[in-house]
């Protein structure tokens, strides 16, 4: 599989995906912070994980995913999204990254992120073709299993 983590920060989430999609998939995280990507590209070395996780850096609209265009399985954005300046734009250029049937694991803190603003950005993400498929119990989190759907 190949996964796309935007904001992964340090890298919490991004060891236990490499793991998971195991040494013939990937991992391309991507984050507006140079030090979170040295640190990820650190701890991926020491982990030895180096090979499956390719550490990015980008601008706040997420650019520089242009080249994986139609080939992600699935996104990981964690407490990500109330951070982006425009959800709409990052759902467009989600959509543009994913195969037809991929998923996105949205999640956002309950302590910074109301109930209505995860709304917006749920519908942000039907805008651009995800609909819902699962609302997983995260603690502490608003959390959605959405998928890509075939007609966008
Ligand atoms: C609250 S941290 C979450 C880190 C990680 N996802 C987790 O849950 O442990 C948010 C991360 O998103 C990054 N970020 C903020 N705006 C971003 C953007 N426009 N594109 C990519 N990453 C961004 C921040 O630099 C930070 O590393």
Sequence with gaps: MTVLEPGPGMGFFTLELARLVGTSGRVVAVDIQPKAIERLKRRAAEARLLHVIDARLTSPDLTGVDDLR????????FAVVHELPDARRFFAEVAAASKPGASILLAEPK?????SEFDSELQAAADKGFKIVDR??????HAALLRKTLSN
Aim: charged share 20%.
């Design 70 to 77: 139609g080939s992600v399985d699935f996104t990981l954005a």
């Design 111 to 115: 302590g910074h992120v109301k109930t």
């Design 136 to 141: 997983p119990s995260i603690r502490r989190a």
